[in-house]
């Protein structure tokens, strides 16, 4: 498979606990984003990478959140002190830029959060 | 407490008929556009996109429209096949960031 992957799936929580997740871009893509999605909505940017810089932070959620992608491969994004209204969908996508690129971001499966 | 989405508008067709997805934007500058499927428990699905500077482009079996004078993209789906059934998600991109709007979820009839 040579899609994005996102690990964890799922991830339950207690409120008050810190969470991690990983993407692992497609291979030959140096942009990497995350998103967010809640129940019934689209989704919803958060921050980009090109290779290992961080390019977009400002549409992070608060100072909780916070992403890397230090060898400019895969990234993690991280949730300090959880609480109820974090629990969503978070959705991770690269894509490639270079002369002959498109627009299209292509989109992992997903690890949806929940807060307990 | 319980969690309650948003009623997503919804598109009923028979199978085998074209379908019509509509999208208001917001930004006219916006300098592209991106029409994406989601199915239950996956993450989006990319279809097709389209510059700002165009109004019209096909794919197989889709065609999308640009109408910038009145801020209005559309989906086309011809000969509408039960594996179309999803959401689908209209964006619009400035820079590397996608804005995404609502959605509106297809249903096929047999």
């Known amino acids: 498979d040579t899609g994005v992957s996102q690990d964890p799936r799922h991830k339950i929580t207690k409120r008050g606990q810190n969470v991690t997740f990983r993407c692992d871009p497609i291979?030959?893509?140096?942009?990497l984003y995350w998103y967010r999605q809640t129940l019934g909505q689209g989704p919803e940017f958060l921050t980009y990478?090109?290779?290992?810089?961080?390019?977009?932070k400002s549409r992070l959620l608060s100072d909780r959140f916070s992403a890397e992608r230090p060898k400019g491969s895969f990234s993690t994004l991280e949730i300090q002190r959880t609480e109820q209204g974090d629990s969503a969908m978070y959705l991770c996508?690269?894509?490639?830029?270079?002369?002959?690129?498109?627009?299209?971001?292509?989109f992992g499966p997903g690890t949806r959060l929940t807060v307990t | 407490g319980e969690s309650v989405g948003l009623h997503l508008p919804t598109l009923s067709v028979q199978e085998g008929d074209n379908s019509i997805i509509n999208c208001a934007y917001s930004?006219?500058?916006?300098?592209?556009f991106i029409w994406y499927k989601q199915e239950s428990g996956k993450g989006p699905q990319f279809i097709i996109d389209?510059?700002?500077?165009?109004d019209k482009r096909q794919g197989q079996r889709v065609t999308v429209l640009l109408n910038k004078t009145v801020k209005h993209l559309s989906l086309q789906i011809a000969a509408t096949q039960p594996g179309d059934s999803a959401v689908y998600f209209c964006?619009?991109?400035?820079?590397?960031?996608?804005?995404f709007g609502q959605g509106t979820r297809l249903t096929i009839n047999p």
């Open positions: 990478f090109q290779n290992e810089a961080q390019l977009e």
């Open positions: 389209i510059r700002s500077n165009m």
């Open positions: 930004n006219s500058a916006s300098d592209y």
């Open positions: 291979s030959e893509h140096n942009r």
């Open positions: 964006a619009e991109g400035r820079a590397q960031k996608l804005v």
């Open positions: 996508a690269s894509s490639f830029s270079g002369q002959l690129a498109g627009y299209e971001q292509y």
